[in-house]
């Protein structure tokens, strides 16, 4: 595509824009048409659809964009004009997304993405695939050439002459299993009984459940041990439903997984109805996290995610950006680890536990914290409440060994690990030369026992604050630590 | 850690640079006192009137009036006490180095912190002055990281002079940062 030539957006946007109008008066269009409350209701409704509609019209005559030599250029508006230049070396990704209409005229969403933001830069609907791709094309070679000179790596991540090598696929068993660990089941039901909820057909609840156990065999209310069986039969089929549900979701949502590496970057493709295909340039990856709950463990898998620079806007799915993999087995996993960055091998982590004082505290600070709500209840159930006391504290000292025992941690000359979680167990680990800043914290707990704890930030590490905080480490050695890691990441020059 | 204090105030016209722990600038004990003493004025104010509609409330009831006079007071004389007392203490727990490797930020009385930035993770950085900094001739600087926690690292109570040069030690020259 030649430079300062401005390019319109794909024909059938217009359609595309237009069903996102429709959509978005659907919902109020059946409840007005349900409910049939108003006569003027019908044509308020139409008369409020009419300008958006205008609108959807109006953005894509209006759309144009252009592939400059440095930059996108991309102009839109006719009353409000805007044009927003995003430079090539600043583009992280081109994701595209298709639905079923998409699939159905071989068209896709395209978004830009660039590491800041938790937007995309610009979201392009539609654009034909030979149009993405030559775009890809352009864009890639553009880069290349205007960040080849200052590092190599980056000059190799030309799209055209780029080996794919398949990383992992999911299987559907696969997706199956992941389906059941992930119990998404109440996402859907949530979503359907909200509409049901909405349209308000459903008839008086009471009445409704009487209806149902009515109907159940030789059931009658009232006696206890009946209603009993009947609440947990129904409990049963709820969790069986969900759990269904959920599989559904997964192989609908994730249906087709691929994990693909080219060159520097990772690709992952996945969806059934919609698909998706997302870039995860490799050296972009800050912090990397495998998590394994206890149906994971049951099953033997692991989830695999990768944090990237600029924030990540989660999915409405669920099956986010930032998936390297929702369910691996153990070579799987290392497979993916290994292509996520170099130095990743779990195996050979060698991991350190943290000061012999930590379960002591850990248990002191659990029992506190678990006696406290105990306390709370007692004023309104009594004091009874309160025999309980002990085995409460008993667990609580049991769950706070186990999480201490679970906790660890490695440094390597190029990374920083971390293990944690006695339930739903979690590792992270960071290449050193994607630390932003690294600090040692002490409480006046932690000073009473000559403890403190080592906190790695790193780029969009999440909402649970640092990167890595590893607790309870001996003051002297987390003071070794922050000046080894200081070192290491003064002298290592950071790259988006 | 945050054990030793330095001996005598760095000289200010020493290079910022020079890796040794600095404090910051004495006069920011008076800016603090004087942000605290606004806080307590509002904080009176607010009691003032809440204790008022309790009086009128409580006419007739000489001991819970007593009672909640008293409390009020009280409040009103911790949150005095407080705003007095606590910046010098916590000026007596920060300082902080920079050095070609990067800055070190130590700071907290009761909960400590010891925090590096490398010189190569520093976005860029803010001089800032409120309006009572300016009165005092301080400012504060903020060092823009891509971190999460780190993501704007604040130091108060620098000489407005000293928040400049350190600014200037700190703009990276070699900027081939993509975004």
Known sequence: ?496 | MTDHHPAAPVDPLAPVDDGRLRSLDPRVVEVERLGGGLGVGCLTLGVGGGTLLAMVQLLGQPLAMAAVGVGALALVGAAAWGAWAWPPLAFRHQWYRLDERGLEVRRGVLWRRVLFVPRSRIQHTDVNQGPIERHYGLAHLVIHTAGTVSAAVRLEGLDQDTAVRIRDRLVRVDDDDAV
Request: no cysteine; aromatic share 6%.
């Open chain 1, 1 to 496: 595509m030649p430079s300062d030539v401005f390019h319109r957006l794909h024909p059938t946007s217009l359609l595309f824009g237009l069903a996102s109008v429709l959509r978005g008066f659907l919902l109020p269009a059946v409840v007005v048409l349900v409910l049939g409350r108003g006569r003027g209701a019908e044509l308020w409704l139409a008369l409020l659809a009419v300008p958006a509609a205008i609108a959807a019209i109006v953005r894509y005559v209006s759309y144009s964009f252009s592939l400059g030599d440095d930059e996108l250029v991309i102009k839109e508006g006719i009353l409000h004009r805007t044009e927003r230049h995003v430079p090539y070396p600043r583009i992280q990704s081109l994701d595209t997304t298709r639905g079923p209409l998409h699939r159905l005229l071989g068209v896709a969403d395209l978004s830009v993405q660039t590491a800041s933001g938790a937007e995309p830069e610009a979201v392009m609907r539609v654009l034909s695939l030979a149009a993405i791709e030559s775009m890809r094309r352009h864009v890639f070679d553009r880069r290349a050439a205007l960040g080849g000179a200052v590092d190599g790596e980056r000059a190799t991540a030309t799209e055209v002459p780029q080996d794919r090598s398949v990383v992992a696929r999911a299987t559907t068993g696969e997706l199956v299993r992941y389906g059941l660990i992930a119990n998404r089941g109440l996402v859907a039901l949530a979503a359907a009984a909200g509409a049901v909820w909405q349209l308000d057909v459903v008839p008086d609840e009471a009445e409704l459940w009487r209806d149902v156990a009515g109907r159940l065999p030789g059931v009658e209310l009232g006696a206890p041990a009946e209603v009993a069986a009947v609440v947990a039969a129904t409990l049963v089929a709820a969790f069986v439903v969900l759990r269904l549900l959920s599989v559904g979701w997964a192989l609908v949502s994730l249906h087709g997984f691929e994990l693909a590496r080219h060159g520097d970057e990772l690709r992952t493709r996945f969806g059934l109805l919609t698909q998706r295909t997302l870039t995860i340039p490799r050296h972009r990856i800050q912090l990397v996290e495998v998590e394994q709950g206890v149906l994971h463990r049951l099953l033997g898998r692991f989830s695999i995610r990768a944090r990237t620079a600029g924030a990540i806007a989660p999915d409405q799915s669920g099956a986010g950006r930032d998936w390297l993999h929702p369910v691996a087995d153990r070579q799987v996993l290392a497979a993916v680890l290994d292509a996520a960055h170099d130095d990743l091998d779990l195996d050979a982590v060698r991991w350190q536990p943290v000061a012999a004082g930590a379960v002591g505290r850990r248990s002191r600070a659990l029992i506190l914290r678990s006696l406290a709500p105990l306390l709370a209840l007692a004023v309104p159930l009594g004091p009874r409440v309160l025999l309980a006391a002990p085995v409460v504290a008993l667990v609580a000292a049991l769950v706070a060994r186990r999480q201490i025992a679970v906790l660890g941690w490695a440094v390597t000359p190029t990374t920083v690990w971390l293990r944690w979680g006695w339930l739903r167990r979690r590792i992270r680990v960071v290449p050193m030369a994607k630390a932003q800043s690294v600090a040692v914290a002490e409480s006046p707990f932690d000073r009473r026992r000559g403890m403190a704890t080592l906190e790695v930030d790193t780029a969009n590490a999440g909402p649970l604050g640092a990167a890595i905080r590893i607790p309870y480490l001996e003051r002297a050695l987390a003071d070794r630590l922050w000046a080894d890691i200081n070192d290491r990441t003064a002298r290592t020059r950071f790259r988006w």
